[in-house]
């Protein structure tokens, strides 16, 4: 992670997080075919869990369905659905579970007139379903 980074890792705005997440996941998926390098797996592992709290929510940061909705449509944006498929067997344990919990967040979310973006991707992209039959 460049040093700026870590000078400056504040609170980022979740479009902020989801950018950095799909950086790292892309960054993994070219390293794959060479060494995998620590740090990315590391950034992948922080992005996910600062991405969960925008998500979720916690004791200092409170969510909207509308920040959520948000969310969910830049996520499919950035294929980042497919790319926390393509890269799950890379991470560890613990950063599996995150994945789970945001993938199906993002894919349960749904606007006022029913709209799921996260549903309606995968719906459209057989190849995700075939990643998640493989496992």
């Given at each position: 992670?460049?040093?700026?980074?870590?000078v400056?890792?504040?609170?980022?705005?979740?479009?902020?997080?989801l950018?950095?997440?799909?950086?790292?996941?892309t960054?993994?998926?070219?390293?794959?075919?060479?060494?995998?390098?620590?740090?990315?797996?590391?950034?992948?592992?922080?992005?996910?869990?600062?991405?969960?709290?925008?998500?979720f929510?916690?004791?200092?940061?409170?969510?909207?369905?509308?920040?959520?909705?948000?969310?969910?449509?830049?996520?499919?944006?950035k294929?980042?659905?497919?790319?926390?498929?393509q890269?799950l067997?890379?991470?560890?344990?613990?950063?599996?579970?995150?994945?789970?919990?945001?993938?199906?967040?993002?894919?349960?979310?749904?606007?006022e007139?029913?709209?799921?973006?996260?549903?309606e991707?995968?719906?459209?992209?057989?190849?995700?379903?075939?990643?998640?039959?493989?496992?």
């Open positions: 992670m460049p040093l700026l980074d870590r400056f890792d504040r609170s980022k705005s979740g479009p902020e997080v950018a950095k997440l799909s950086a790292y996941l960054t993994l998926q070219d390293e794959r075919t060479k060494k995998i390098n620590e740090k990315t797996l590391e950034g992948v592992s922080r992005y996910l869990a600062q991405l969960k709290v925008h998500l929510g916690n004791e200092d940061h409170e969510v909207t369905k509308e920040g959520v909705l948000h969310l969910a449509t830049e996520a499919v944006k294929d980042l659905l497919l790319l926390l498929l890269n067997n890379y991470l560890d344990f613990e950063t599996r579970k995150d994945v789970s919990s945001v993938f199906g967040a993002l894919v349960r979310v749904k606007s007139g029913g709209v799921a973006p996260g549903a991707y995968v719906r459209e992209r057989p190849e995700i379903l075939e990643l998640l039959k493989s496992g």
